[in-house]
C-alpha cells in the first residue's frame, strides 16, 4: 500500500512515528471525451487569453485573487517552506470526545495509519486506550498543502485519521431553501411510516451495497467491446514539407503583394509651343 505522508503522532509524552496510506479510492468509470467527426481525445490547453499563447508548466505561477482582477503572487519556494514548516510538526492530539459528539457532515476522507520503524509498541499503546476508554482524538494535520481538522480512532484494528471539515466549511443550513418550519401531520400516516421504517430496519452490512450504475456500465463497455463495436483515434497527420513549403511561398507573395505601396500615375505636363 502506497505511502502517501510520513510524521509523527504525539499525546502527552508518547510520540509514535506512523504512516500513513488512503484508506478509500475512487471506482468511478473514467470517460475520455473524442471529437465526433474523427474520434480523436480531446485536448486541454493552458492558454493566457492576453498573450493567446500556449502555456507550459513553467510559465505559471500560483496566486491569490483578494478582490477582481488584483492578486498575490506566491512562488513554489514560499509555499514549499511553509508547507515543509508545518509538516515537519508532530501531529499533536489536542482532544479527546465521543464520536456520537460529531455529526456525520463534518466528515470528509479516510485514511490508515500504521507504525513506522519503532513504533509499534506506541501504536498499540494509542489503540487499547482508545479503544477501552471509547474515545477519539481531535488534531492538526497537512495533507496536500492544506492544514485539516482531523478525527484519530479505531478501525478493525487499524489506527484511521479522518479528515473533518472545519465549521466555517459547512455551510450554513438556515440558508438551505424552502425547508418548511412546521407541517401538519396526520397521526395515522406518521404512524404507518414509523411502522416502514421498523420492517426495514437491519444491521449495516456494506457488502449487501454496490453501485448498480458503475456495473451496467462496464458490462456495457464490455459488451461492445466484444462486438467490435470500437473505434480507433486517427493520428495526426504529418507534415508535408514540399506542401508547407508552396504555402509559405504563396503566403508571402500574396503578403509582399498586399504590402507593395501602390504606384500613382505622373501627369504628364504638356510641353509649350515655341514660337516662331
Not at 61 to 75: I, R, S
Amino acid at each position: 500500500m502506497h505511502t502517501m505522508w510520513k510524521g509523527t503522532i504525539s499525546f502527552g509524552l508518547v510520540s509514535i512515528p506512523v504512516k500513513m496510506h488512503a484508506a478509500t479510492e475512487n471506482k468511478d468509470v473514467k470517460l475520455r471525451q473524442l471529437h465526433k467527426e474523427c474520434q480523436s481525445p480531446i485536448k486541454y490547453e493552458k492558454v493566457c487569453p492576453v498573450c493567446d499563447v500556449e502555456l507550459k508548466n513553467e510559465d505559471i505561477v500560483k496566486a491569490y485573487e483578494y478582490t477582481k482582477n488584483k492578486f498575490v503572487v506566491l512562488d513554489d519556494e514560499d509555499l514549499e517552506n511553509l508547507r515543509k514548516e508545518q509538516e515537519d510538526k508532530a501531529v499533536e492530539i489536542i482532544d479527546f470526545v465521543s464520536l456520537e459528539d460529531i455529526d456525520p457532515i463534518y466528515f470528509e476522507k479516510s485514511y490508515y495509519l500504521s507504525p513506522n520503524e519503532g513504533g509499534g509498541k506506541a501504536y498499540g499503546l494509542l489503540r487499547s486506550a482508545l479503544e477501552d476508554t471509547g474515545k477519539i482524538g481531535i488534531a492538526k494535520i497537512i495533507i496536500r498543502q492544506k492544514e485539516q481538522l482531523a478525527v484519530i480512532r479505531v478501525y478493525k484494528n487499524t489506527i484511521v485519521v479522518e479528515t473533518i471539515h472545519y465549521p466555517d466549511e459547512v455551510r450554513n443550513v438556515a440558508d438551505v431553501p424552502n425547508v418548511p418550519e412546521e407541517v401538519k401531520i396526520v397521526k395515522k400516516e406518521l404512524d404507518v411510516a414509523k411502522m416502514l421504517i421498523e420492517q426495514l430496519t437491519t444491521s449495516f452490512d456494506p457488502e449487501k451495497y454496490q453501485d448498480d450504475y458503475r456495473t451496467a456500465l462496464l458490462e456495457l463497455i464490455e459488451e461492445r467491446k466484444n462486438n467490435a463495436e470500437t473505434t480507433t483515434a486517427k493520428e495526426k497527420p504529418s507534415p508535408d514539407n514540399v506542401t508547407n513549403l508552396m504555402d509559405a511561398l504563396q503566403a508571402s507573395l500574396d503578403r509582399a503583394k498586399k504590402d507593395k505601396p501602390k504606384q500613382t500615375k505622373r501627369k504628364t505636363i504638356p510641353k509649350k509651343k515655341v514660337a516662331t
